[in-house]
């Protein structure tokens, strides 16, 4: 599976969970640079607050992401290093501390990397540009199903008595659909 680039801050990521990543560490003050260096044929993600080496994988168990150490044992880095998910309560390695509001913060990080109409160059523009819901002016357009009917329901013998035109064979002709 391929992540969806998107860019934030200017700066393309190679999928929609780095780029929530790098909002959700702006939103709580930390310091990250992005594929900062080359490790022995690895690139990792995010440098954190100048120390700690951050993968970002979309992945949503521990167990999805231990399959993703090897490579950072391999690539020679001798600092501490996470492994992130694709939420912050989903993390291997030295944790990165989450706030109590993480969740908020979180789901900000998500509105804030949406996908975006061509043209829109973020997500403010995008919410200025979708009119507002009346729910008055739509509820007096558009009659609620629950209402009771205004007209009596037919009995079953006025369903049952229609019958088919016929052709000048007497034989019934099939009814035609719209095109």
Known sequence: MHGIPTVYKGIQFRSRTEAKWAVFFDLTKRTWLYEWTDLAGYIPDFLVDGVLLAEVKACGTLNELM???AKIEKS???GPW??????PSIQLGTRISIPDNAEDLWAEAC???????KGMASQAEY???IPSFDAEQFRS???LALEPPTAPRPTLPELVTYRLPMSPKSEPTPPRLPV
């Open 76 to 78: 020679g880095w001798k």
């Open 82 to 87: 996470v492994l992130l998910g694709s939420h």
């Open 111 to 117: 509105n804030m990397t949406r996908w975006l109409p």
């Open 127 to 129: 919410a200025s540009a």
């Open 141 to 143: 357009k558009v009659p």
């Open 67 to 69: 399959e993703h150490v």
